[in-house]
């Protein structure tokens, strides 16, 4: 059984790059191990994003939205989900 749909593995997929210096994953398989290792989550919408952030006890105060969403393990799906990554 997959942890992640395809839009959210494909999305990793695509934009590894702005994480890591090198790709970590050729494929949906290797894209879902990765993202399983590392426990990254799916959440839908900004503000559960920002949640996210406090609840990890990173300091995002005065943040605003689209810098929170700038950050380099932050990636948008592109259906108002976002995965986030903590490498």
Do not use: H
């Amino acid at each position: 059984m997959r942890v992640y749909d395809d839009d959210v593995l494909e999305c990793f997929l695509d934009n590894q790059l702005q994480l890591f210096p090198r790709r970590v994953a050729e494929t949906l398989e290797e894209a879902e191990d990765f993202l399983v290792e590392c426990m990254a989550v799916v959440v839908n919408s900004v503000q559960e994003v920002v949640e996210y952030f406090e609840e990890e006890g990173i300091d995002m105060e005065g943040a605003m939205d689209e810098e929170i969403l700038d950050a380099d393990e932050v990636f948008d799906i592109g259906d108002g989900r976002y995965l986030i990554v903590q490498a």
